[in-house]
């Protein structure tokens, strides 16, 4: 167990839907990243966030949108959603200091657009 | 431009055997050199990582990995291979720039 937690851990919607997963990082944890694994895509970065503030962006789609909170939880925000979507995501978080790099990630969500 | 390349879909290798997952990277400026691994119904579980120093680092679970640079690769190795290494290695590459380019992904099956 890494510490990190994402709910729910299973979603089936519609196409056209909109969608919230939710990851809370590792106590101390400050940065949040958000991947989206696909079989024809592999591990896609998507967004990264450090103590509320968006940091790097990865391949986000403009229907998609996160955002970190206060208490360092993170929501990543899907919608108009397509088929192609139908994929785990997986939120992750690094601590400050020396191994900030180094990422914790949590279980993933799986999303199934129908 | 980042990129990251693992050339073998699956790697095949008898228990108690050397194992070597390959990564071959590509990044402007010194890189930052990652391996994961992802169980089944599991998150990616950090491994180990490059950033400066000795070119020969040692991670979890008896891994180790080298990095090279004149051929800009980063294979993980194991000198015993065991059946419970089954996973999927994925390796990562970045540049200070906080964001993380993954390969594609090696299936590892240790074979009894």
């Known amino acids: 167990d890494s510490g990190v937690t994402q709910t729910p851990k299973h979603l089936i919607t519609a196409t056209g839907q909109r969608v919230t997963l939710r990851c809370s990082p590792r106590?101390?944890?400050?940065?949040v990243y958000w991947y989206q694994q696909s079989l024809d895509q592999g591990l896609q970065f998507l967004i990264q966030y450090y103590n509320g503030e968006e940091r790097a962006k990865g391949n986000i789609l403009e229907r998609f949108s996160a955002q970190q909170f206060p208490d360092l939880h993170s929501e990543l925000n899907l919608s108009s959603l397509e088929l192609g979507d139908s994929a785990l995501y997986f939120c992750a978080s690094s601590p400050p200091g020396p191994s900030y790099n180094e990422q914790f990630f949590g279980p993933g969500t799986r999303l199934t657009v129908l | 431009a980042q990129s990251v390349a693992q050339p073998e879909d699956q790697v095949n290798v008898a228990e108690g055997n050397p194992l070597t997952v390959k990564c071959t990277y590509s990044?402007?400026?010194?890189?930052?050199l990652f391996w994961y691994v992802q169980y089944p119904n599991r998150g990616l579980q950090f491994l180990l990582k490059y950033i400066t120093g000795d070119n020969l680092v040692k991670g979890s679970y008896g891994f180790e990995a080298e990095f090279n640079k004149s051929q800009t690769s980063f294979h993980l190795k194991k000198p015993s291979a065991l059946v419970s290494d089954s996973a999927l290695y994925f390796c990562?590459?970045?540049?200070?720039?906080?964001?993380?380019?993954f390969g594609t992904g090696t299936r590892l099956k240790v074979l009894a």
């Open positions: 990562a590459v970045g540049s200070g720039t906080y964001k993380y380019i």
């Open positions: 990044v402007s400026g010194n890189p930052y």
């Open positions: 106590s101390g944890d400050l940065s």
